[in-house]
């Protein structure tokens, strides 16, 4: 299997990270309180963040798998998720109206701003392009942050989790993972299609995103918060692929483009009804305590998604790309 090369660091934090990996695991006399007075959403702590929870997942090239669990770097990470946890917190309103906020994801705007509005309103194949790299970062690990949490759960709303789940990873057949489907719309599309291959031209607001899933699903603390983002994610999908969908059609995309979109207007419509009810329901009769961070994940989802969008758009609206030049 082909590995990920260590991303080109971005600041002191994402530099300290990549130059430790590339020895043995070790102690080492890491940035802690630079990483406590960090920049939450900055370039570094998010890329630095990304790096080491990238060891839970494939790795990196060249790199020893035994850093996964390596106490020194364990306790710069838990300094940058502070950082960032804090910075989540602080930019929510918080609360535990759990179907105001799931409610309001609902509703669709006539005059909606979001990237797949864009794109499907005159968006230009570049800019599609531009899209399909920055998401390749969540998308090659499509539901994989969403796997820890399911020894969290009990009963129902585990059996109704993992029957999502099921689906995202392909209702038991590899060429249809949705990783997979990810995978052959970026070739359709003409674009490297490895394993973070864009890693570097992808930037902090992207990173965040999917930071946000591993921290949700690494820490059983926020397992509320993960499933809050997956009902999220599932809800608002439908609408946004459906817009895509017509954005793809008017370019006239490789149907392998159209077919990554198209499979998540009818699997999500269900997935939302699902999370709703069987898993969000059946959580907060167990346990009720978890309301707040639920909503909690609904918010942060939002925030995050929010920033990528407004950041994206800028760049287009200013006629300016939305990667980093690497
Ligand atoms: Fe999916
Ligand atoms: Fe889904």
């Given at each position: 299997?082909?590995?990920?090369?260590?991303?080109?660091?971005?600041?002191?934090?994402?530099?300290v990270?990549?130059?430790a990996l590339?020895?043995?695991?070790?102690?080492?006399?890491?940035?802690?309180?630079?990483a406590?007075?960090?920049?939450?959403?900055?370039?570094?702590?998010?890329?630095?963040?990304?790096?080491?929870?990238?060891?839970?997942?494939r790795?990196?090239?060249?790199?020893?798998?035994?850093?996964?669990w390596?106490?020194?770097?364990?306790r710069?990470?838990?300094a940058?998720?502070?950082t960032?946890?804090?910075?989540?917190?602080?930019?929510?309103?918080?609360?535990d109206?759990?179907?105001?906020?799931l409610?309001?994801?609902?509703?669709?705007?006539?005059?909606?701003?979001?990237?797949?509005?864009?794109?499907?309103d005159?968006?230009?194949?570049w800019q599609?392009?531009?899209?399909?790299?920055?998401?390749?970062?969540?998308?090659?690990?499509?539901a994989?942050?969403?796997?820890?949490?399911?020894?969290?759960?009990?009963?129902?709303?585990?059996?109704?989790?993992?029957?999502v789940?099921?689906?995202?990873?392909?209702?038991g057949?590899?060429?249809?993972m949705?990783?997979?489907?990810?995978?052959?719309?970026?070739?359709?599309a003409?674009?490297?299609t490895?394993?973070?291959?864009?890693?570097?031209?992808?930037?902090?607001?992207?990173l965040?995103?999917?930071?946000?899933?591993s921290?949700?699903?690494?820490?059983?603390?926020?397992?509320?918060?993960?499933?809050?983002?997956?009902?999220?994610?599932?809800?608002?999908?439908?609408?946004?692929?459906?817009?895509?969908?017509?954005?793809?059609?008017?370019?006239e995309?490789?149907?392998?483009?159209?077919l990554?979109?198209?499979?998540?207007?009818?699997?999500?419509?269900?997935?939302?009804?699902?999370?709703?009810?069987?898993?969000?329901?059946?959580?907060?009769?167990?346990?009720?305590?978890?309301?707040e961070?639920?909503?909690?994940?609904?918010?942060?989802?939002?925030?995050?998604?929010?920033?990528f969008a407004?950041?994206?758009?800028?760049a287009w609206?200013?006629?300016?790309?939305?990667?980093?030049?690497?």
């Amino acid at each position: 299997m082909k590995l990920p090369q260590l991303p080109e660091p971005r600041g002191e934090l994402s530099a300290v990270v990549a130059e430790a990996l590339r020895g043995e695991p070790a102690d080492h006399d890491y940035p802690i309180e630079a990483a406590r007075l960090a920049d939450p959403f900055g370039e570094d702590l998010q890329l630095a963040l990304h790096v080491c929870y990238e060891l839970h997942y494939r790795g990196f090239d060249s790199v020893n798998p035994d850093w996964e669990w390596n106490p020194g770097l364990l306790r710069l990470r838990s300094a940058m998720e502070d950082t960032f946890l804090a910075a989540l917190r602080d930019g929510v309103s918080g609360g535990d109206d759990i179907s105001g906020v799931l409610d309001a994801l609902l509703v669709e705007p006539v005059d909606g701003t979001g990237i797949s509005h864009y794109l499907r309103d005159g968006g230009e194949w570049w800019q599609v392009c531009e899209y399909f790299v920055h998401r390749s970062i969540y998308h090659h690990k499509e539901a994989d942050p969403h796997a820890w949490v399911i020894p969290r759960l009990q009963g129902q709303a585990k059996a109704a989790l993992v029957a999502v789940e099921f689906d995202e990873f392909g209702g038991g057949r590899g060429e249809r993972m949705h990783s997979q489907l990810y995978v052959d719309l970026l070739a359709g599309a003409g674009l490297e299609t490895g394993y973070l291959h864009y890693l570097d031209v992808a930037p902090a607001s992207m990173l965040a995103v999917v930071n946000m899933m591993s921290l949700f699903g690494l820490h059983r603390s926020l397992r509320g918060a993960l499933v809050g983002h997956f009902a999220a994610a599932e809800i608002t999908t439908a609408p946004s692929a459906q817009r895509m969908v017509k954005a793809l059609r008017r370019l006239e995309a490789d149907p392998a483009c159209v077919l990554f979109f198209t499979e998540h207007v009818e699997a999500d419509a269900v997935h939302e009804q699902v999370m709703r009810r069987d898993v969000i329901g059946d959580l907060l009769t167990r346990e009720p305590e978890l309301t707040e961070s639920v909503v909690f994940g609904v918010q942060a989802t939002d925030l995050l998604e929010d920033r990528f969008a407004a950041e994206v758009l800028g760049a287009w609206r200013a006629n300016r790309p939305s990667l980093r030049q690497s």
